[in-house]
């Protein structure tokens, strides 16, 4: 994307400096400082004051633009900007609206710049009359220019408010943006050179925002995890084309709250929605010049400002309204809100990023700096890495933690990259300020919190290692299921933990089941379709050469790449997803959809569609219109509803693996296609037939008033081969009978059980496909004594599975 037209003077100062380029660059780019004189011990430009209102001296807490009517009467905002290295800090007001003018140049915004001249415990503060809701605002933040030592301080620069509630405008990155010139001759050393042009024409600025919602008229739905169903979600993506959505209310918060939106949730039976990133967020300067877009939004710059452009209602503060409205609308139907939210780095990128707000208010105390301190350590492969350690750094993310939670009301978050924020100097730590801030805070530790377990730094594969009270993304779980259903496991031992609750990485420190969300895709990757439809990525409609994007995909394209007309592979794939959606939806933890699934949506087969914001990403609406795939989301439906019945299918406890009354029926039991419970030598040897017995007498836990739980117990039959099997039911004292209640080999399932099959009779198992039946009990004891407690199951982590050894190295 062209950047806006420089002023002519401008343009002859950089390209005089061009021609003059010293080998090693005068790091002010050429320009003379400002004169400055003192204030509060600190420096200042002179010749600021303004023509408008007089600062008072105001307070230091909270930090950010707060409005508010004093004691005396008087209302206005205080302002506060944590800002420890800068020698001085000008508040900003802009009056006019922003735009271009008739000759195409940006038009000038009236700007009023008040010195802040109170310093507190390194809090810049002020408060100004009459400064109301709506009134855009920023900061220039004064200090020296030293990249050397890791000082990028430049007042040229107009810096977003860290802690700003509503942002309006867009980022469009023209070289005023940067505080370095961008376009220097020698790129190698481009960051050291100051750029002194005015970036304000070209920045988004905060915005003033009301308080005073106090959530009393909304009742949050608070699911227990062990019932948890997460549904991950894009605000616009989900609802541009649907249509049920009025058309001005698509790609909007209040798109995502119409009664259309909702209704389809509340019927597939999800309990929580998972919204990809909706903190203000950047667009990448490579992406603008391809002529894309950021579609995802992992490149936040405003950690408490709704993304503006998710509003319907207008970007002056309207925003933060229209999103609780969402909120509380969800919250109606019993749905919770969790945020993806992207802590672990910001859209400001490396040293030749732009200057957009923490680097321009201290980049030293915000960032993690390499030895070279001009160098930025990375550990998110964005660039940068906030340095979590530093106490202003951990007090933003827990302050924008704490208000997304008591003042938009969500319910919980998933922290993208989250070891990045485990990180203590550099290696992970469990015991990092991070978690031990989050562990023992008030707020935070009673909503849900999910950890991405893993960073791109050394050390960052975490899975199973964070502490009680976190869930997480579980990938090994992902991997064991794509495998097996593709027919690359060689046994089922890692499987058994997976449909288990994942007991081998989880079952410490009092971790439960839900401790594990299980997910087979998410927004990064193919989609379940593209899952079973291709074996390569096809993403180059992305403009990086198809380089981008994983190429271990562990899928399987049922013997064509991508589209075909030949009904058999058609057929095939259709089965395999509800092979995929049935093995999720029953496995023991937290399962995760993502949306569109449900009903067959494809990308095409692009596994990184961060930057389509275009049907590529957005769900198909008109698939429901096909009977194949409405059947499909009907059975995922179907699904959901038998474990929301069921307590057995979504067990709150590990699985002992031992007897759980009198009859010695154990409550969780593995068995080969003959029906004889599985060997120690059955759980190494290759297999594409597994059945999993879970017993409901005598669940571990119990209910309101600490009664006994008791469930129908279920029969689950999975078979990933080519061929046909035919699976002997377990007899006494599993079951005297059987009732089929799925079979994935059918397009359609039927309305009612099927007819009971009697213990001990073989069932045909059709080539790649799940039952799962019901059990009718039988009275009849075991046949012979259960194991010592030194047979090798009993030995088992809490009995799932035999040990598969350590977690693969990642």
Not at 125 to 138: A, K, N, T
């Amino acid at each position: 994307m062209s950047s806006a037209p420089e002023q002519g003077a401008e343009r002859a100062e950089r390209d005089d400096r061009f021609k003059r380029a010293p080998a090693r660059p005068r790091t002010d780019g050429g320009a003379t400082p400002p004169a400055v004189s003192g204030v509060n011990g600190h420096r200042r430009p002179e010749g600021r004051a303004p023509d408008g209102p007089a600062v008072r001296p105001g307070s230091s807490e909270p930090l950010g633009a707060r409005y508010r009517v004093g004691a005396d009467g008087v209302a206005g905002t205080n302002f506060a900007l944590w800002a420890g290295g800068a020698e001085a800090v000008e508040l900003c007001l802009f009056d006019d609206e922003p735009g271009t003018g008739p000759d195409g140049e940006p038009r000038l915004e009236g700007e009023t710049r008040l010195p802040l001249g109170e310093l507190t415990h390194e809090i810049w503060h002020g408060f100004v009359p009459g400064v109301r809701p709506g009134r855009r605002y920023g900061y220039r933040v004064h200090g020296r220019w030293d990249p050397w030592t890791g000082a990028r301080w430049n007042p040229a620069k107009l810096l977003l408010d860290p802690y700003a509630r509503a942002i309006d405008g867009d980022f469009t990155l023209p070289p005023e943006v940067y505080g370095h010139v961008r376009d220097w001759p020698q790129q190698y050393v481009a960051d050291t050179v100051r750029d002194d042009r005015d970036s304000a024409p070209y920045v988004p600025k905060g915005v003033v925002v009301a308080d005073g919602d106090d959530w009393a008229d909304d009742h949050r739905p608070k699911t227990p995890w062990a019932d948890s169903v997460i549904y991950e979600l894009h605000v616009r993506g989900f609802t541009m084309r649907h249509p049920g959505i009025p058309e001005r209310l698509r790609g909007t918060y209040a798109g995502l709250a119409h009664p259309a939106a909702v209704d389809h949730l509340v019927r597939l039976g999800v309990t929580a929605v998972e919204l990809l990133p909706v903190h203000h967020f950047a667009h990448e300067d490579h992406l603008l010049r391809r002529g894309l877009r950021n579609y995802w939004g992992y490149n936040s710059i405003g950690y408490f400002a709704p993304h503006a452009a998710y509003a319907a209602t207008g970007t002056r503060g309207r925003q933060v309204g229209e999103f609780k409205r969402m909120v509380r609308a969800l919250h109606a139907a019993g749905i919770e809100v969790i945020l993806d939210v992207v802590y672990n780095h910001t859209a400001e990128g490396g040293e030749l990023g732009p200057t957009l707000s923490l680097r321009g208010v201290d980049n030293r105390r915000y960032y993690r700096l390499q030895d070279d301190a001009r160098r930025y350590a990375d550990y998110t492969g964005c660039g940068n890495t906030l340095h979590v350690v530093q106490p202003n750094v951990l007090r933003l993310i827990t302050d924008s933690l704490r208000y997304w939670v008591t003042e938009m009301g969500v319910d919980g978050f998933r922290f993208d990259l989250a070891a990045a924020l485990a990180r203590s100097m550099h290696d992970v730590d469990m015991l990092s300020p991070f978690l031990a801030v989050i562990a023992q805070d008030p707020v935070l530790r009673r909503v849900k919190l999910i950890a991405e377990p893993w960073d791109v730094g050394s050390g960052g594969y975490q899975v199973g290692a964070f502490p009680p009270l976190w869930t997480e993304w579980n990938d090994r779980y992902r991997d064991a299921v794509r495998d097996f259903w593709r027919g690359a496991l060689p046994d089922v031992r890692d499987l058994g933990y997976r449909l288990s609750g994942s007991s081998d990485l989880y079952a410490w420190g009092g971790r439960r089941p839900y401790a594990s969300v299980n997910f087979i895709t998410a927004h990064d990757g193919f989609t379940l379709r593209d899952l079973v439809s291709y074996e390569q990525k096809h993403n180059e409609a992305n403009g990086e050469g198809n380089r981008d994007g994983t190429g271990d995909n562990r899928s399987w394209n049922c013997g064509a790449e991508g589209a075909t007309d030949d009904p058999a592979i058609l057929a095939l794939r259709r089965r395999q997803l509800r092979n995929l959606l049935t093995t999720l939806l029953l496995s023991t933890g937290v399962p995760m959809l993502v949306a569109g699934d449900e009903m067959g949506r494809t990308q095409g087969g692009n596994n990184n569609a961060y930057c389509q914001d275009n049907e590529t990403s957005w769900v198909d609406w008109s698939l429901l219109d096909d009977p194949g795939w409405r059947e499909l989301a009907e059975l995922s439906g179907r699904l959901l509803a038998l474990r929301r019945a069921h307590p057995v299918l979504r067990s709150r406890s590990f699985f002992s693996g031992r007897p759980q009354g009198a009859d010695g029926l154990r409550d969780l039991a593995w068995f080969t296609a003959d029906g004889t419970e599985m060997s120690e030598a059955d759980w190494y040897a290759p297999t594409a037939t597994l059945g999993m017995f879970l017993s409901g007498r005598d669940i571990p836990r119990r209910g309101p008033e600490g009664e006994p739980v008791v469930d129908d117990s279920f029969l689950t039959v999975l078979h990933a081969g080519p061929g046909p099997v035919r699976f002997t039911l377990p007899g006494a004292p599993w079951a005297s009978a059987y009732e089929l209640l799925v079979n994935t080999a059918l397009e359609r399932q039927a309305v009612a059980p099927g007819v009971r099959r009697p213990a001990g009779a073989p069932v045909a198992v059709r080539p790649r496909s799940v039952l799962l039946l019901r059990a009718v009990p039988a009275a009849s004891p075991l046949p012979r004594p259960f194991p010592a407690a030194s047979d090798t199951r009993l030995r088992r982590v809490r009995g799932s599975a035999p040990d598969p050894g350590p977690p693969a190295t990642r």
